[in-house]
């Protein structure tokens, strides 16, 4: 299991046009799509987070995008790189096909 500071240098490394921005109230990351904005036109991809208290605390996604689109999409993330990149991939294109241009 990956916690979000791994999620966080993967995304770094591998996403540069990814901008990351550190939750508040919870342990984790949010990254947006070029710059950070919120509310309707929001450019945000994902985000990942843990409850802060304890170190064994599963590591949570949320996919904002497929989210934006439909059901919530948020579940405890198990997966190593490999999956999570498939999961960024998928958010990049339907970010690009229904708010790039918007």
């Not at 999620?7 to 950070?36: D, E, M, N, T």
């Not at 929001?42 to 064994?56: D, K, L, N, P, V």
């Amino acid at each position: 299991m990956m916690t979000p500071d791994q999620i966080y240098s993967v995304v770094i490394g591998r996403y540069p046009q990814l901008v990351p921005h550190r939750l508040s109230k919870r342990h984790g990351w949010s990254f947006f799509f070029k710059k950070v904005l919120n509310g309707p036109k929001s450019t945000r991809i994902f985000h990942t987070f843990t409850f802060r208290g304890r170190a064994s605390n599963p590591t949570k996604i949320k996919l904002s995008v497929s989210s934006r689109l439909g059901p919530e999409q948020q579940f405890v993330f198990t997966g190593d790189e490999k999956a999570l990149r498939k999961y960024i991939d998928q958010e990049l294109r339907l970010y690009q096909k229904h708010f790039a241009n918007k």
